[in-house]
Structure formats: C-alpha cells, structure tokens
C-alpha cells in the first residue's frame, strides 16, 4: 500500500484532551511513524500534551508500554479494584453515592500519582532537545487567561509542572497551586489546540480527535492551510477509565483509524484496502441478482432498495457491495482490526459463516445472496485461497 496523503511535506499534530482515552493518540502515532510521516510541531493539552512529550522524545515504545500497563492508582490516588467497580456501576447505589460524594468533599481526586507518572516518562532534557516543537494549553485561573506554552522555550524546572497543569481536570482532579498559581485543564478553553499551530504558520495540520469533554475553541483557518482530521468510529470510554485492557483496544483503533486516513482505506466498520472501479461492482452485484431480470431492471430497483436495508445515504456501487460485506462480516464476527482486501473479506465471511443462524431463511436477504454467490464460486474453482486474496498487514 502506498499513503494517499503527501509524505513529502511536514505535518503539525493536534492531541485533544480527553483523559483515558488518551490511547488512542499513540496507535495513531504508530501509524505516522510507519507511513513515514514528518511530524514538525505538536500541540496538545491534558493527556495530549502529556503525549506528546513522549512523541517529540521519539520514543513509541515506551509511550506503548505505559499504556499497555497503565491502572487507575497510576494517575489517581484511589484503590483499583473499587474504581473499577464504580465505574463499571457494580457498587451497591449507597456505597457509589458514598464514594462520589467523597471524592467531592475532599476536592477531588488526589493526582499525585500523575506528577510520579510524569517524573518517570518525560525527560525534559530530551524533550527540550528535540527537534519537534511542543506547545502546551492550559488557563491561568488566577489571571484568568489561557497560555499557550512552548515547551522549549521554557525553564526546564518548570516543563513538568506545566504538564502537570495541563492536565488538572477540573473539578474531578484535586488541585494544587504550582508555583503559588492555580490552573486548570486546558481543555477548559480549547480542548482541541488547533490556534496554537495555526498562528505559527503551520499549513498542514493532523488532528487527532477523541472527542474529550472541553470547549472546541473556534478557529479561522487560512486558505493555504490543511486540516485533515483522524476520528474513531467506536466508543473510546470514560475518560478516567484507566483500565489497560481498554487502553489497548483504544490503541488498536486509534492505529488503525489513521491508517484508513493515511491509506484511504474503504469500509465503515473495516479496513478495506480496495482498488475495483464502479464497473467492477456493478457486475458483482448485477451477477448477485442474476434470475431477477434485466439489467435494466436490476439497475431500476435493486440498489436503491439495498441502500435503505443498510441504511446507506450516499451510495455508489462500491459503496453498497462493500457495505454488503461489511455487514455480513460483522454477523459473521469476522474479526475487525486488520486490512482486508475485498476478497480477503469474503474469505474471511465464508470461513466464519459458522456463526449465522443454521436457519438460512433467517438471514438478511443480502446475506444469502452474498454468501450464495461465494458457494457458487467455491463450487466452480479449487484455487488456493492466497490468489483470491488474503489480509494485509
């Protein structure tokens, strides 16, 4: 596969806010990093900040691990076991009530783990060293005004509280004057700090989007500038769930998410790695409807009517053979996280086919004309399964 976006040019990065789901950021780095993408600037607040620190320090597989390991007394003073029960909703009502409302009167939960987290990941002489800039976003409550920091630029005594600020999630998180100043999360004001790039005249921005909660600060974008935008498809989860568990599946989507982007991969729920024009699928589902008229016919009726069963808007031929497949996929619970080609799905769907009801006349009708059509083909050919096409990683 080659990237559909220009590798030669510099990127800007954009880390939202947004606690736990801060996973997600680093599978999306993994994937620049494999496209070969140049990264010029970082701007990031809350948990993005904190990450990216780790990628101007260049280092994805230390940044992997504390993710992989991370646990909720990592970054929270708070026993593990009971805030995954509460989080989970598996307390008794009375003792979840009891444990909020304490977490409250004490004004929040302690984050000196955090300030342990950060000592142990961020090297301030490797960050400021970097050749990768890094603006930080957090607000001055005591002067009531937002800063944007470079980390660069910075006393290196102070890099680490800065971070620390950054991510003082109020009021859930207790605070701490640093300093003899309090501040608050960034995302308070701008939880996606595109600004900071932007009037430092970067023209081609990656945002990578995890939808934490904060004010999307509007911003003008010049005419020469680029923002393209990597989102997940899935729900990254609360943002102080620091379960490793979802830590990893959150890496995994945020990984493969940026791969879809940066290879203009196909499909809604998969990877789709697809190269067929409209011709091509017009007669996959032409041959799919054989018996049932004219091609004329098929072309009058049977799309539109597929389109609103997967309840497709904007269709094209592709767009409904893939959605077809894709739907049938997930009946089949094909397995999500990998690149398919169109027929490496298909595959995948006829080796998993076990998984549908026994009952065909209880399949979606797209289901056994799609699967019909493969035990047709199977019935005709004896190819090795390699030359019908198989997965790529």
């Given at each position: 596969?080659?990237?559909?976006?220009?590798v030669t040019k510099e990127y800007?990065?954009?880390?939202?806010?947004?606690?736990?789901?801060?996973?997600?950021?680093?599978?999306?780095?993994?994937?620049?990093?494999?496209?070969?993408?140049?990264?010029?600037?970082?701007?990031?607040?809350?948990?993005?900040?904190?990450?990216?620190?780790?990628?101007?320090?260049?280092?994805?597989?230390?940044?992997?691990?504390?993710?992989?390991?991370?646990?909720?007394?990592?970054?929270?003073?708070?026993?593990?076991?009971?805030?995954?029960?509460?989080?989970?909703?598996?307390?008794?009502?009375?003792?979840?009530?009891?444990?909020?409302?304490?977490?409250?009167?004490?004004?929040?939960?302690?984050?000196?783990?955090?300030?342990?987290?950060?000592?142990?990941?961020?090297?301030?002489?490797?960050?400021?060293?970097?050749?990768?800039?890094?603006?930080?976003?957090?607000?001055?409550?005591?002067?009531?005004?937002?800063?944007?920091?470079?980390?660069?630029?910075?006393?290196?005594?102070?890099?680490?509280?800065?971070?620390?600020?950054?991510?003082?999630?109020?009021?859930?998180?207790?605070?701490?004057?640093?300093?003899?100043?309090?501040?608050?999360?960034?995302?308070?004001?701008?939880?996606?700090?595109?600004?900071?790039?932007?009037?430092?005249?970067?023209?081609?921005?990656?945002?990578?989007?995890?939808?934490?909660?904060?004010?999307?600060?509007?911003?003008?974008?010049?005419?020469?500038?680029?923002?393209?935008?990597?989102?997940?498809?899935?729900?990254?989860?609360?943002?102080i769930d620091f379960d490793p568990?979802?830590?990893?599946?959150?890496?995994?989507?945020?990984?493969?998410?940026?791969?879809?982007?940066?290879?203009?991969?196909?499909?809604i729920i998969y990877y789709i790695?697809?190269?067929?024009?409209?011709?091509?699928?017009?007669?996959?589902?032409?041959?799919?409807?054989?018996?049932?008229?004219?091609?004329?016919?098929?072309?009058?009726?049977?799309?539109?009517?597929?389109?609103?069963?997967?309840?497709?808007?904007?269709?094209?031929?592709?767009?409904?053979?893939?959605?077809?497949?894709?739907?049938?996929?997930?009946?089949?619970?094909?397995?999500?996280?990998?690149?398919?080609?169109?027929?490496?799905?298909?595959?995948?769907?006829?080796?998993?086919?076990?998984?549908?009801?026994?009952?065909?006349?209880?399949?979606?009708?797209?289901?056994?004309?799609?699967?019909?059509?493969?035990?047709?083909?199977?019935?005709?050919?004896?190819?090795?399964?390699?030359?019908?096409?198989?997965?790529?990683?």
């Amino acid at each position: 596969m080659r990237p559909v976006i220009d590798v030669t040019k510099e990127y800007g990065v954009v880390l939202e806010g947004g606690g736990a789901r801060g996973a997600y950021q680093i599978g999306a780095w993994k994937a620049f990093r494999e496209a070969g993408v140049k990264i010029s600037g970082i701007a990031g607040t809350s948990v993005g900040a904190l990450n990216g620190a780790m990628m101007c320090m260049g280092d994805l597989s230390r940044a992997e691990h504390i993710w992989e390991t991370i646990s909720y007394s990592k970054v929270m003073d708070v026993d593990d076991e009971k805030m995954k029960l509460l989080l989970e909703k598996r307390l008794r009502p009375k003792e979840a009530v009891k444990s909020i409302l304490g977490i409250f009167q004490e004004g929040g939960m302690d984050v000196t783990p955090l300030r342990r987290l950060i000592d142990e990941c961020v090297d301030v002489e490797k960050l400021q060293a970097s050749s990768i800039p890094l603006y930080v976003s957090t607000f001055n409550v005591d002067e009531f005004r937002e800063l944007d920091v470079d980390m660069q630029e910075l006393d290196a005594e102070l890099v680490k509280d800065i971070l620390l600020a950054s991510a003082y999630l109020f009021p859930l998180f207790k605070n701490e004057k640093l300093h003899g100043k309090t501040y608050i999360d960034g995302g308070a004001i701008d939880n996606v700090p595109l600004e900071p790039l932007v009037k430092r005249g970067y023209q081609n921005i990656l945002v990578v989007r995890i939808f934490g909660p904060g004010r999307d600060k509007p911003v003008k974008i010049p005419a020469d500038t680029s923002v393209f935008y990597i989102e997940p498809r899935i729900d990254l989860g609360n943002i102080i769930d620091f379960d490793p568990e979802k830590s990893r599946r959150n890496m995994t989507a945020g990984y493969y998410d940026a791969m879809r982007f940066l290879y203009g991969l196909e499909g809604i729920i998969y990877y789709i790695d697809d190269d067929k024009d409209e011709q091509y699928y017009l007669e996959k589902l032409a041959a799919m409807h054989e018996g049932d008229g004219t091609l004329r016919h098929f072309i009058e009726t049977t799309p539109a009517k597929l389109a609103l069963e997967l309840k497709l808007t904007n269709w094209d031929y592709r767009k409904l053979y893939l959605g077809m497949l894709e739907a049938v996929a997930k009946l089949c619970r094909v397995p999500k996280y990998r690149i398919y080609t169109p027929e490496g799905l298909l595959e995948a769907v006829w080796e998993q086919q076990g998984a549908l009801p026994e009952d065909e006349s209880t399949w979606p009708e797209f289901a056994r004309r799609l699967i019909g059509s493969k035990r047709k083909a199977s019935g005709e050919k004896s190819e090795d399964s390699s030359k019908r096409g198989g997965t790529r990683q």
